[in-house]
């Protein structure tokens, strides 16, 4: 089995759980991106890129570039909620290269994505906080054994004032406090095995 060494492992197998944590959340978002920025393909190349590798492909430069441009495309958005779902997309690509570094700040590349999509929940909603607060529980409820096993292998997600930053340390502190005895397993049957257009196979 693969291997990436820093201060901790982690296996390919590994990666590719918190990949598809990620891209499942970039993967509902993305339309809201689509509609306000009609045309521009970097976040949907991102997300597929992320399924490609969720899906058993190897890690390539593909994930790194398309992660970049992703993340160009969501400075270059005009809302908030367009900026939030380019960057989980790009999130989702770059999840590929999680680094095994105790550092805090990888806690955003497992978590980020979830957190804004619950940021884009709140603004759809008149910026209710009980509407990220339900999506984040809904995105705890997702993730499984092994993504929390990554999880806390990091330091606690990063303080900050803004919102995102926010729900992103609740979820943190939610899935390290989760039980998980009776939670369901791994693996494609797990989450539903979803190719790069979002539909369960």
């Known amino acids: ?20 944590f990620v891209a499942e959340t970039a993967q509902e978002v993305l339309p809201l991106f689509e509609e306000e920025v009609p045309g521009d393909p970097r976040p949907r190349a991102a997300v597929d890129a992320a399924w490609e590798f969720v899906n058993g492909a190897n890690r390539t430069r593909l994930q790194r570039t398309t992660s970049l441009d992703a993340h160009r495309a ?12 380019a960057r989980s997309a790009g999130d989702a690509a770059s999840a590929a290269y999680l680094h095994p570094i105790a550092k805090a700040t990888q806690v955003g590349h497992i978590l980020r994505a ?36 990554v999880l806390r292998r990091y330091p606690l997600a990063p303080t900050a004032k803004n919102r995102v930053a926010q729900l992103m340390s609740a979820l943190d502190a ?28």
């Open 1 to 20: 089995m693969t291997t990436v060494s820093g201060d901790f492992e982690l296996t390919m197998d590994e990666l590719r759980v918190v990949a598809r």
């Open 74 to 85: 969501a400075k270059e958005a005009g809302t908030e909620a367009a900026r939030l779902a």
């Open 114 to 149: 979830a957190a804004s999509a619950a940021r884009i929940a709140e603004l759809h909603a008149g910026g209710d906080p009980a509407v990220g607060d339900m999506m984040i529980e809904k995105a705890r409820d997702r993730a499984t054994p092994t993504l929390v096993s």
């Open 174 to 201: 939610s899935l390290r406090a989760t039980p998980w005895g009776r939670r369901k397993t791994d693996g494609p049957g797990a989450d539903g095995h979803r190719c790069s257009s979002g539909s369960v196979l």
